[in-house]
């Protein structure tokens, strides 16, 4: 499993990112994919995840403001993230799991939420 990220960025507060994760090595349909985040001396914490029946599970601290979606023609998870706050500051990691395989992630992206 390879999963690349990209879109991460500085962005004011109030802003909008969105996030890409390019999964290779997999059939996406088949695996459930997710994003998590971490901060610097935190523990890593779930954001999104949607499985392969596309059902949806956002974490409370950025739920209505978050949203997952995916594409499996293009291999590719998506993370719209709106009215961006300074606790969202954190590299975002794509996350693939399915019931045979360990959980992957990939290498990350910065996302910083400052003025």
């Known amino acids: 499993v390879q999963l690349v990220e990209s879109g991460g960025d500085l962005v004011q507060p109030g802003g909008s990112l969105t996030l890409s994760c390019e999964a290779s090595?997999?059939?996406?349909?088949?695996?459930?994919m997710g994003w998590d985040r971490q901060v610097p001396g935190k523990q890593r914490e779930l954001v999104a995840t949607?499985?392969?029946?596309?059902?949806?599970d956002i974490a409370e601290s950025v739920k209505g403001r978050f949203t997952i979606s995916r594409d499996n023609a293009k291999n590719t998870v998506y993370l719209q993230m709106n009215s961006l706050k300074p606790e969202d500051t954190a590299v975002y990691y794509c996350?693939?799991?399915?019931?045979?395989?360990?959980?992957?992630w990939g290498r990350g992206t910065q996302v910083t939420v400052s003025p």
């Open positions: 949607i499985d392969r029946l596309n059902n949806i």
């Open positions: 090595g997999i059939v996406l349909s088949i695996w459930d």
């Open positions: 996350r693939a799991q399915s019931p045979f395989s360990p959980a992957s």
